[in-house]
């Protein structure tokens, strides 16, 4: 492994930053392993939690190790994995328990990890073109970034790629190019980066390109607002998805004003739905189109769209 580090770095160059990529199919569940009589054998274990915490001590290593020698080799560089998240983003509906095992398990795994990378990384990648698919990610991103804060706060950066992640690989459409461009930075990652060298293309690829760069363009023109703004309580976008409600986010500004982003992927082409959120007393009244990612700012009473 050593060697392939190396072997790595020296192609990296100076970049600002370093991610190894770590991709295994290994089982969280350490349960799995413990029914395999050599396994337990081998670990040397008394019990089945002993076994299970040596199990996940295991498992981080391989993440740890590849860190450790990049850190060994670059120590002024930031490090991180790609491969594995605080969280994974599985929103199949268990039962209440087996769903919070499974992430105790992760959160466990990722305690051994984090001390050792200076970054995090989730997928906002989409899989069907569907509006569950925004859901999805959005979620992913909502539940890896507020399991990073509890765990170090460091800076979660969200992966996007403007392809479908089926046998296809068409490219999305402009919603949800556009809602990989704003979303992420809404629900707590701290940047967006953004997939698609194709050297070998025969054709002009991306064309969902200038949708994505419209939609960082107007993240860009209230980031400044948005990095000071404290968000407001309210639904996960998890418990927006299931209730099939339009993603609302709100944050306080540091200037006595909010700022607003919604989005209700469930609209039909045309259609457009109406929200409110409280300022100073009173309701206010945002429109939120099909399709799109309404980005507002409330000012003494008065709505500006960006």
Wanted: one cysteine or more.
């Amino acid at each position: 492994m050593s060697e392939a580090i190396q072997d790595n770095l020296s192609r990296v160059g100076k970049a600002e930053i370093l991610v190894n990529d770590i991709e295994l199919l290994f089982s969280d569940d350490p349960n799995i392993a413990y029914k395999d009589a050599g396994a337990r054998v081998s670990s040397g274990s008394s019990s089945a939690s002993e076994f299970a915490d040596r199990y996940l001590e295991a498992l981080a290593n391989w993440y740890i190790l590849p860190c450790r020698l990049s850190r060994s080799a670059r120590p002024n560089q930031r490090i991180g994995i790609y491969g594995r998240q605080p969280i994974k983003c599985n929103y199949a509906r268990k039962p209440w328990m087996e769903g919070e095992l499974d992430r105790m398990r992760q959160r466990a795994l990722w305690r051994r990890i984090d001390p050792f990378i200076d970054f995090a990384i989730v997928g906002f990648y989409y899989f069907r073109d569907t509006p569950d698919s925004i859901y999805y990610n959005t979620a992913g991103v909502e539940e890896n970034a507020v399991s990073l804060n509890n765990a170090s706060r460091k800076p979660l950066y969200a992966y996007a790629w403007l392809r479908l992640e089926d046998r296809t690989q068409k490219e999305v459409s402009p919603a949800l190019a556009e809602a990989a461009a704003i979303l992420p930075y809404f629900y707590g990652a701290s940047s967006v980066v953004l997939w698609g060298y194709e050297p070998k293309a025969t054709t002009q690829p991306y064309e969902r390109l200038v949708d994505f760069m419209e939609g960082l363009k107007r993240v860009a023109a209230i980031s400044a607002i948005l990095s000071k703004a404290v968000p407001r309580d309210g639904p996960s976008a998890k418990e927006c998805w299931w209730n099939e409600a339009p993603l609302v986010r709100v944050f306080d500004d540091r200037d006595g004003g909010l700022l607003v982003l919604a989005a209700a992927p469930r609209l039909a082409p045309g259609e457009s739905v109406g929200i409110t959120v409280p300022y100073q007393g009173r309701a206010v009244s945002i429109k939120v189109r099909a399709q799109h990612c309404t980005i507002a700012r409330v000012t003494s009473g008065h709505v500006t769209e960006y």
